[in-house]
């Protein structure tokens, strides 16, 4: 099988932001950071916004949408209720009523301290 790695950066961060391999498009964490002007939210909601924006132009790049989305972890840093409440406004948003099978892990920390979430997914490419 033959794996097509999406990584715009040329190896910069080290990693692929994606990578299809077969059906499935898996994608790397997504951050809440705006690449337009570098910004990043103070808040979790704001953050968890701009990574799934993030994660959507990933799965563009494959010829996917968040809707081929089926399974998601998400990473957060921060109080649980206030973390949650997030996840249930913007996942209502993000996927209306068609929701992926999905995790939430809260964590001492990512990789910056800037950041308060990060989102890793997997989709499938419909025929």
């Not at 910069?12 to 705006?34: E, K, P, T, Y």
């Not at 002007?37 to 996917?64: T, W």
């Not at 109080?79 to 409440?85: G, I, L, R, S």
């Not at 995790?103 to 800037?114: H, N, S, T």
């Amino acid at each position: 099988m033959n794996l097509d790695r999406y990584d715009p950066f040329e190896g910069a961060l080290g990693f692929s932001l994606g990578v299809r391999a077969g059906d499935a498009i898996h994608v790397a964490g997504m951050i809440g950071l705006d690449s337009t002007d570098l910004s990043v939210p103070d808040d979790i909601e704001g953050q968890m916004r701009i990574a799934y924006k993030n994660l959507a132009n990933v799965l563009d790049h494959f010829g996917c949408t968040m809707a081929d989305v089926a399974t998601q972890t998400v990473f957060f840093v921060g109080d649980h209720e206030t973390a949650v409440a997030a996840a249930a406004k913007v996942r209502a948003d993000v996927f209306g009523s068609e929701l992926p099978a999905s995790a939430m892990i809260g964590v001492d920390r990512l990789v910056e301290l800037r950041y308060l979430v990060e989102i890793q997914a997997t989709a499938y490419k419909r025929s």
